[in-house]
């Protein structure tokens, strides 16, 4: 065989790589499997991390991985490995071959139909390699935890200031004559620090910044002064007594409120009858101004892709209309336990844009008038059965429209049904970071259990 292409940072073409996914779909085929599905993907970067200035960690990454799916009829085995030599291929395709013909016959089981395959693999400008060289990802790491050590004499400690870059290069191979390609990046810098009062009561915040582009990341300075400003914020903390009060989630925690929906709605939860969601389809689960959309095709978005885990084609979808469930998110195997079609979504939801008004993050304070703003939340007190939600929280106690101090150790509890029947307004202040895009969320009355 030639020798492999690389790209500028040393990993492989994706289209060189078509070759040896060939082979070992041909030797799953030879070993007499039905149908096979082979995955393999290349990484390679790098993460630095700081703290006091002094590099705590320079850690550099490269991997491969060749997982494979073989079918004999209905049953099923899978094995993977790094080892893409022809030896390594065939061992693999053997530990396969032996699993699948133990395993017993499942009707559900098999690739997507050939028809659903993706035919169109547009440019979504997910690839952005970053040219950075450790020793200047060092000082970029410095000037952001810098940043945040002069915001104020009170913070006195630091936890550090890291970044993170990162390469990958994907295929997706089966015997239908799918072939999928994927290259993209990943890029972070992040920080922490440690502020203390008068009376000696720490608290702790950060920041951070990620992205597939570096150039569009906000500088280390930002991030560093962003992450002082939250963290003196939280000095001379309260505790709140026990109420009925409305809530406020800035975006970074919001989107666990709709990620706790996306789980509700996905084939697993819905076929093991796991979900608080169960035969609520075409009836109102949000309030009637919340329209939830995915769109798999955004430019540089996290979580864009012409095609899911099986190579079904992706496409838009509105999965909540003016507050009504309009769809389930199923790949092939969950669509077949449910008697349904893929909806192309093997892997998830690819990009959920969650609707908004006109309010930014002050208004939605005045709007509010008093309650709580949510600026963090710890504990997994969520039951996706019953959809019943406790999770400690800290932010801010909001009067009159106006923060007044902030708070630590509340613990807000609902049930989601009835939380996501509550929502009053959704920010404009959209956080693009993450698969789930939204704002700041205003829900009606939360039980807040403080002293």
């Given at each position: 065989m030639s020798p492999a292409l690389t790209s500028a940072d040393g990993l492989p073409l994706a289209v060189d790589l078509e070759p040896l996914m060939q082979r070992v779909l041909d030797a799953a085929k030879a070993a007499g499997a039905t149908q096979a599905e082979a995955g393999l993907s290349h990484s390679r970067g790098f993460s630095v991390s700081v703290r006091k200035s002094e590099v705590e960690s320079l850690e550099f990454q490269r991997d491969r991985d060749l997982s494979l799916t073989v079918y004999f009829g209905k049953r099923k085995g899978s094995a993977s490995t790094g080892d893409l030599s022809d030896s390594g291929i065939r061992q693999?395709?053997?530990?396969?071959?032996?699993?699948?013909?133990?395993?017993?016959?499942?009707?559900?089981?098999?690739?997507?139909?050939?028809?659903?395959?993706?035919?169109?693999?547009?440019?979504?400008?997910?690839?952005?390699?970053?040219?950075?060289?450790?020793?200047?990802?060092?000082?970029?790491?410095?000037?952001?935890?810098?940043?945040?050590?002069?915001?104020?004499?009170?913070?006195?400690?630091?936890?550090?200031?890291?970044?993170?870059?990162?390469?990958?290069?994907?295929?997706?191979?089966?015997?239908?004559?799918?072939?999928?390609?994927?290259?993209?990046?990943?890029?972070?810098i992040s920080c922490a620090v440690i502020a203390t009062d008068a009376n000696g009561n720490m608290q702790r915040d950060y920041w951070y910044d990620g992205g597939r582009d570096a150039r569009l990341l906000d500088t280390p300075e930002a991030i560093g002064r962003r992450a002082g400003e939250r963290t003196v914020a939280r000095l001379g903390a309260r505790r709140l007594s026990t109420r009925n009060a409305a809530v406020l989630f800035v975006p970074q925690m919001a989107r666990s409120l709709f990620g706790h929906f996306v789980g509700a709605i996905s084939g697993g939860s819905l076929y093991r009858r796991a979900s608080f969601l169960l035969d609520h389809l075409d009836k109102p689960v949000f309030a009637s101004q919340i329209t939830l959309e995915q769109k798999p095709f955004l430019l540089g978005a996290s979580s864009s892709s012409a095609f899911d885990h099986e190579g079904v084609a992706t496409s838009d979808r509105t999965l909540v209309e003016n507050g009504v469930l309009r769809g389930w998110l199923l790949g092939s195997y969950s669509a077949r336990k449910l008697?349904?079609?893929?909806?192309?979504?093997?892997?998830?939801?690819f990009n959920l844009l969650v609707s908004h008004g006109s309010h930014d993050y002050a208004s939605l304070l005045r709007e509010m008038g008093e309650g709580l703003v949510v600026t963090e939340l710890m504990g997994q007190g969520?039951?996706?059965?019953?959809?019943?939600?406790?999770?400690?929280?800290?932010?801010?106690?909001?009067?009159?429209?106006?923060?007044?101090?902030?708070?630590?150790?509340?613990?807000?509890?609902?049930?989601?049904?009835?939380?996501?029947?509550?929502?009053?307004?959704?920010?404009?202040?959209?956080?693009?970071?993450?698969n789930i895009r939204c704002g700041s969320v205003l829900i009606d009355g939360m039980m807040i259990a403080g002293d």
């Open positions: 693999a395709v053997e530990a396969a071959v032996a699993i699948a013909q133990v395993t017993e016959e499942d009707p559900c089981s098999g690739l997507a139909d050939p028809h659903r395959l993706a035919t169109v693999f547009p440019d979504l400008q997910l690839d952005h390699y970053w040219d950075l060289q450790p020793a200047h990802a060092v000082e970029l790491a410095r000037a952001c935890e810098a940043a945040a050590m002069a915001v104020d004499a009170r913070i006195t400690q630091t936890e550090g200031a890291g970044l993170s870059t990162q390469r990958g290069v994907s295929l997706y191979a089966n015997s239908h004559g799918f072939v999928g390609r994927r290259s993209g990046t990943q890029h972070s008697g349904l079609q893929t909806t192309g979504n093997a892997g998830g939801v969520v039951n996706g059965v019953t959809g019943d939600y406790s999770r400690g929280a800290a932010g801010f106690w909001v009067e009159n429209g106006e923060i007044q101090y902030p708070v630590e150790n509340a613990t807000i509890a609902g049930n989601l049904l009835d939380l996501y029947g509550r929502i009053r307004e959704v920010g404009r202040d959209v956080d693009t970071r993450s």
